[in-house]
């Protein structure tokens, strides 16, 4: 049975649980970080030194960074290929989202949510929270743009390149943001992937 260090709030480590549950892999979710401490004890930094969740246990292998450990996941247990497409240029165009979502669409959003969802309203920067909608209104429309004519990022099926940038855009869509461009093939595309079992249960949660 796989260890998942990490609480459930986390989008980093919301996306190694819907990649869990797509796939069918058995494990055990241990909260750490934020208001449950854990990440700058010893123990937790002799598995993780940067002191940081997703950490993933595997027997003997410890993993962190919540996309290698994806990788990793799909690698080695999607056997069936339930969301890991056999193809090695297929694999390729789901995989190129989860470096855009840590390099484009994550630095664009993380202002934005941290301001509207964990800041007291007194306390907001409100010219980075509008900053960030406009850099997030910009990198969405590019994925509205590619889902225009294709069903899914990586091509005509779900993939594991779908789930980080679903858990972003159910931070969009859930937010109170005013002046949004309308994107409707984001919003299809959410709206289909907010259904599916393991994104209902580990990424459509309520934002905290
Ligand atoms: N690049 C890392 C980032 C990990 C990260 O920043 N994790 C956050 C939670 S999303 C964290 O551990 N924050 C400290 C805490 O929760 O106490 C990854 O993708 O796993």
Avoid at 101 to 106: L, R
Avoid at 123 to 149: M, P, T, Y
Avoid at 155 to 180: C, Q, V
Wanted: aromatic fraction near 10%; hydrophobic fraction near 45%.
């Amino acid at each position: 049975m796989l260890t998942i260090w990490g609480r459930a709030n986390s989008i980093n480590v919301q996306k190694v649980l819907c990649c869990c549950d797509e796939i069918g892999v058995a494990y055990e979710r241990i909260d750490a970080g934020m208001q449950f401490g854990v990440v700058n004890t010893e123990p937790f930094l002799s598995l993780n030194p940067n002191g940081l969740i997703p950490t993933l246990v595997d027997g003997e292998m410890v993993l962190w960074e919540s996309h290698a450990i994806m990788r990793y996941l799909t690698r080695r247990y999607d056997v069936e290929h339930s969301i890991t497409p056999e193809d090695e240029a297929a694999i390729a165009q789901a995989d190129k989202w989860l470096d855009w979502v840590h390099t484009v669409a994550w630095p664009a959003m993380k202002p934005v949510f941290w301001g509207l969802v964990r800041t007291p309203q007194d306390k907001r920067n409100h010219a980075e929270i509008e900053a960030g909608i406009a850099a997030c209104s910009k990198a969405f429309s590019l994925v509205d743009q590619v889902l225009s004519h294709q069903a899914y990022l990586g091509g005509d099926h779900f993939t594991f390149g779908d789930i980080p940038m679903a858990l972003i855009a159910h931070r969009w869509f859930s937010m109170p943001i005013e002046n949004r461009p309308a994107l409707p093939h984001l919003k299809h595309w959410y709206e289909g992937i907010v259904v599916r079992p393991g994104f209902a249960r580990h990424g459509a949660l309520p934002l905290s």
